[in-house]
């Protein structure tokens, strides 16, 4: 934590955790579209799941996903806002197991694609991304972020290494499905790459999502 | 960083002790300390037009339990309370209020205890006519002593209870009241521990576990605890026990709560039969919110 961080940050209320935390993950997601998608579920787990209407976290969410800004006064009337947009939305409670008490799993369509991003709140606004596509990981969304579905084969990192002229600070690889021979490659980074569109071009390279880091204060 | 280390390094830089603390933190992590001032500032104008817009405004909050007290205050004459502490009480009811209904609001230092400092803010810039560049470097000096403690602790209820929410936000607030009118680091050390003391041991009971019972009120109060003890302080009264140490044993506190008392809505207050009503009846049409 830093001294802004103490002193603000400028939100909607009512809790830091249960409704900017919640708020933060849905729009990580809206990052990672770059467009509002055109269908959103909503997955709420433990707490997130009990109490989400007096906290307004469903509100939050659909916010979130729709890329409002975390101080924006339109976010509790983000049911109607969404609706006016035309975004397919729900919300159903579950039970994820074994995770922390302020989870949501978040599946969205969009262009054609469909991706499945879960994520907890953690308390103070803070937020850790545990699961994307099913493959888990632990972004605190500090860093530029780039999001890769790649195929699984050799030299496909370092194909998609050669566009990235950023410092790394943080760097997953993970396989997704062996039979269908996917991996996601999750890099962390100290700052944006140049040309994001080039990785497309690569043949190793399936999906590609940039996410830039998230100033919250 | 200890904050008794923070006052050692003002003593032998010979420069202000708001600056002495920008400069640490970029020591720390790089942050620019011009831009960080920036920044404060920008928090600062935003405390104060939105503590103008919700003054004594009723609310209509999440789940109803709260929502009209700021505006009952504020439509009735103080009988009591001389006027600073009025605006201040009036001020920390509708930012808790505002916050309860989903209303744009300044995280200082969490959602649950947003009316102390802002409150205080407003109160020194609308009745003492405090210089905003003064309450910027107060409002930094304010930052630090929060920092001491989320560093040491945590200023989260669900970690240590309301002890680290309301209790750090009315350090803070303290601080920030001695800084802009002695800007002396010894009295706002004194302060800051003063006020924790005076709310060690405070449970995080939100009914239901909404932030709206006890946390509005608890808003109200703590605002007076902290005038109170800036009022001490600039009158020459310490604290026996130092600062750091205070946020020592504030951690101990908090690891000993049980989980119940921390945010959880099971203990404290949460546990009462009308709690218990209130929650299973979202909203009854029997309940009137007003005056609880």
């Known amino acids: ?101 302020n989870t949501v799993r978040i599946k969205a369509q969009w262009a054609g694609y469909e ?91 399936l999906e590609c999502y940039f996410v830039p880091k998230d100033d919250f204060v | 960083m200890k904050f008794a280390e923070l006052i050692d390094l003002y003593k032998k830089a010979n420069q202000k002790f708001d600056d002495v603390i920008l400069i640490s933190q970029m020591l720390e992590d790089g942050s620019d300390p011009l831009q960080t001032r920036k920044n404060v500032e920008k928090l600062l104008k935003t405390m104060l037009e939105i503590c103008e817009k919700s003054y004594g405004r009723s609310y209509e909050t999440l789940t109803h339990l709260c929502g009209s007290n700021g505006f009952l205050l504020a439509k009735h004459e103080a009988q009591l309370m001389g006027e600073f502490n009025y605006v201040a009480t009036v001020t920390a009811l509708s930012l808790a209020e505002s916050n309860a209904s989903m209303g744009r609001i300044v995280a200082c230092p969490t959602a649950g205890s947003c009316g102390v400092v802002p409150a205080i803010v407003y109160a020194l810039r609308k009745m003492k006519k405090v210089e905003e560049s003064v309450l910027i470097d107060s409002l930094i000096v304010a930052g630090a002593v929060g920092l001491s403690v989320a560093s040491t602790v945590s200023i989260s209820g669900a970690v240590a209870g309301c ?89 101990k506190v908090g690891r000993s709560m049980p989980e119940e008392l921390r945010e959880t809505g099971l203990g404290g207050v949460a546990s009462t039969k009308t709690a218990q009503f209130l929650t299973e009846n979202n909203k009854p049409a029997s309940y009137s919110p007003l005056g609880e």
């Open chain 1, 1 to 101: 934590m830093n001294l802004l961080e103490v002193i603000g940050p400028v939100m909607v209320g009512p809790s830091s955790s249960h409704t900017l935390g919640a708020m933060r993950i849905s729009k990580f997601v809206y990052s990672m579209a770059g467009v509002m998608p055109r269908a959103v579920q909503f997955f709420l787990h433990g707490s997130f799941a009990e109490t989400h209407k007096g906290h307004g976290t469903d509100k939050a969410l659909l916010a979130g996903i729709m890329g409002l800004k975390y101080d924006d006064e339109k976010i509790k009337e983000s049911y109607s806002l969404a609706r006016m947009r035309g975004l397919e939305f729900s919300f159903e409670k579950t039970d994820l197991g074994a995770v922390h008490p």
């Open chain 2, 163 to 251: 002890q680290a929410e309301i209790g750090t936000a009315t350090a803070m607030a303290s601080s920030l009241v001695v800084y802009s009118l002695s800007q002396d680091p010894e009295k706002v050390s004194h302060a800051a521990a003063l006020s924790l003391k005076s709310l060690m041991g405070l449970v995080c009971d939100p009914v239901g576990g909404f932030v709206e019972v006890p946390c509005v009120k608890r808003n109200a109060t703590a605002v007076n605890v902290a005038i109170c003890v800036a009022e001490m302080v600039l009158a020459g009264i310490k604290s026996v026990i130092p600062f750091d140490e205070v946020v020592e044993a504030m951690a």
């Open chain 1, 115 to 205: 991706n499945e991003v879960e994520g907890c709140s953690i308390g103070g606004g803070m937020i850790k991304i545990t699961k994307i596509n099913g493959v888990d990981c632990d972004l605190d969304w500090h860093y530029d972020t780039l999001i890769i579905v790649n195929k699984d084969e050799p030299g496909a990192l370092s194909k998609i290494l050669n566009f990235v002229n950023a410092n790394i600070a943080n760097l997953y690889l993970r396989r997704m499905n062996l039979l269908q021979s996917k991996a996601l490659t999750i890099i962390e980074l100290d700052s944006p790459i140049d040309k994001i569109s080039d990785l497309l071009k690569v043949d190793s390279v």
